[in-house]
């Protein structure tokens, strides 16, 4: 009895273990897992070239806001250097 007791136990371990596979789960687990890292890796990439793209691009607008400004400034002056002009030559 305690033969066919053993040998009951040691075929359903075998039926268990052939049935669920517990180390292929495990290598599929852990390919999930290095899938998922390797996807993660390449997002932080992209994420970190869009963040270098948006700040070259705020760089730009900042210089171009300087430009204009000073563009600003050179007109005003012309301007008022021709409303100077133009009164000199009403007071003629």
Do not use: W
Not at 2 to 22: E, H, Q, R, Y
Not at 25 to 54: P, T
Not at 66 to 72: D, G, I, L, P, R
């Amino acid at each position: 009895m305690k033969i066919l007791g053993k040998a009951m136990f040691i075929i359903l371990i075998l039926v268990f273990v052939s049935g669920c596979n517990p180390f292929q789960e495990m290598r599929e687990a852990r390919d999930a897992a290095e899938r998922a890292n390797k996807e993660a890796k390449m997002i932080l990439e992209n994420m970190k070239s869009y963040a270098e793209k948006a700040e070259a691009a705020a760089q730009r607008s900042e210089k171009a806001a300087a430009s204009s400004e000073n563009f600003s400034k050179k007109a005003e002056a012309a301007s008022q250097k021709a409303v100077g002009t133009f009164e000199k030559h009403l007071k003629k």
